[in-house]
């Protein structure tokens, strides 16, 4: 079984279209899908997913590109949510200096701090969005340790790869993965400890190397995990079990 620990089957490309969707990553094996909020009405609907589909647990946050529309009330609405007991993580939430013009930097490390203390208060781990700010992030994370949760389509090299995982978070791998052109990935993949592996699609986002499709699905997740198994050379299904069971480990027994 595989389980792809991020994706967004709530947006408007998959409207009508889930249970398909589900049906196709379950013929390739990807039996479980974390889906992921990015703001509170997201968040609800991915929670009303998992109510409507069998396989799927749910995520509660603002993405950081979203923390200048939603201010101090809607984070609060974050709290509720997570306190309803629907969610399995707190996030999307993180640092992202690469989409100027959506949040200033104040307004993002302040929803970042937010996130890391709620998941913190909750005993819930979090899920990480980083894009050209991982120095920023990991001073944040400094002051959060122990705060459990995976840094999600991980996009850095090795020196960073081996910070994540000495913090104790895991390191979750999708479609840059499989491009031969991001060398960096790729060697960061080869070092991540066993038991931090995780794979993703991001779905519908960041279709793998070599799909010709538009839109990413959790089915992809396959993919992701036979480029991982054949860089760490590593028996795919091994890899399979490995990761499903830190999945479980990190979201919760019922993945």
Known sequence: MIVDTHAHLQVAAFAG?????????RAAGVERTVVVGIDPESSLAAAELTRQ????????GVHPCSA???????????????????????????LDWHHRGTSDRA????????????????DLPVVIHCRKSFEDLAQVLGHHRGVRGVVHSFAEGPAQAEQVAAAGLH?????LLTSPRNRKIRAAAELVPAELLLVETDSPFLVPDGVDEARNEPR???????????????DVNVLAERTTANARHLFGSHL
């Not at 101090?72 to 707190?90: C, F």
């Not at 992809?220 to 590593?234: D, F, I, M, N, Q």
Request: without cysteine; hydrophobic residues 45%; charged residues 30%.
């Open 171 to 175: 390191v979750a791998f999708g479609g």
């Open 107 to 122: 307004e993002q490390l302040d929803a970042f701090h937010f996130h890391l203390d709620l998941a913190r208060r909750r």
């Open 220 to 234: 992809h997740a396959r993919r992701v995990l036979e480029v991982l198994a054949e860089l760490r050379g590593e």
């Open 17 to 25: 279209d889930v249970a398909a969707v589900l049906e196709r990553a």
């Open 53 to 60: 589909h069998a396989g799927l647990v749910a995520t509660a």
């Open 68 to 94: 200048a529309a939603h201010g101090p009330g809607d984070l609060q609405r974050i709290e509720e949510l997570i306190d309803s007991g629907d969610y399995v993580a707190v996030g999307e939430t993180g």
